[in-house]
């Protein structure tokens, strides 16, 4: 026997503490499965207030026969009724739980007022035809499921631990319920599904968001809309970590790193033409020195820098805007500046300052990204 370290404020934290009990027991009796005896009237009433809460299929399941960690019930195929009969017949004993008989708690209604009501005057078989529909329920979740995650892998561009970017008018085109399917089960790969209510203002940004907003969901979860891609992501608990940045004193040849946007760059300089096996030509450039004012520095984007092009100086915003890069994606550009400004968007765009002639040694700087 034991007892509730603290008085349950609910039966949803009552279940929880009977549940902490009886694992605890387990593991002191080095016990390998917890079985409990839910049977198929308890099927029938869970299915039934699912239903009248609006459950979808997942819940419409009702109570699997196993649940993690290590529960089994091995009652669920018979009725309450089956059971008694069996028990009386061997001379079994059972306790009968006095709460299970109180009416003010929603399920006991269900059970001793609604079920046996609705048997009494419209459909006699209820309570099977409730535990045939958590069957049908139950085997259709994992079709549904498996087509669900071919559709979400198809509307992702691009993914991470804790950020994941959608192709939005993919999204867009489907139907609003199923839209509205896929928008959770996205959601759910980095943090809690949106309710109804969360859903249904995640289905109005998508259609009326304007590209550079954001709006904030449940559980820490932001989703913002960047040009024609929408972008999920899960706030950091903690601040992350400023970007650093990598002086380059002069022509000399050196070697250093540098983290920008959570992504470490291996940096390489010096005169003359350096090894550039598997580094794409967009990760390596070269200068000519004496049009160079040293110090250079290697790192992120800030508001206001702006870059010489042949059309003349503009603000790398407006180059990021034009190529469509939204501003979460901003910063994982590394850039290459001098005092007169930025001479290269790594991957992006090269300014015209102090570009190679062929007059002499040029000044190269190759950046590799880790993998």
Sequence with gaps: MGRALRIPCSEAEARDLRYEFLHQARLELDADWLATAHQADDQAETVLFRLLRGSGLAGLAGIPARRAPRIVRPL?????AEIETYAASRGLAYLVDPTNLDVTIARNRIRHQLIPAIEAS??????????????????????????????VDELILETSESRIIV??????????????????????????????????IALEFITTGTSGRAIDLAGGI????????????????????????????GPEGGAGEVE???????????????PVAG????QYACFDPSELRF??????????????????????????VDRRIGRSQRRRHPLLADRSGVLWAVGLVRGVQALDRHEGSPFSVCLRREA
């Design 76 to 80: 669920l195929p018979f009725w309450r």
């Design 122 to 151: 419209a459909a006699p078989d209820l309570r099977k035809q409730l535990v045939r529909l958590a069957s049908l329920a139950r085997r259709a979740s994992p079709v549904v499921g498996r087509i669900t995650r071919r559709a």
């Design 167 to 200: 192709a939005r008018t993919a999204l867009h085109a489907y139907d609003t319920h199923v839209r509205a399917h896929l928008l959770r089960a996205l959601v759910g790969r980095l943090g809690p599904r949106p309710g109804r209510v969360g859903t249904r």
């Design 222 to 249: 932001v989703m913002g809309r960047e040009f024609d891609c929408l972008y999920i992501e899960r706030r950091q608990r903690e601040e992350a970590a400023e970007d650093g940045e990598l002086v380059l004193h």
């Design 260 to 274: 920008i946007a959570g992504v470490r760059w291996q940096v390489r300089w010096g005169l003359g033409t350096l």
């Design 279 to 282: 580094v794409g030509h967009e």
């Design 295 to 320: 110090p250079l520095i290697v790192r992120s984007w800030r508001p206001g820098d702006r870059i010489r092009l042949p059309a003349g100086t503009r603000k790398l915003k407006k180059v990021f």
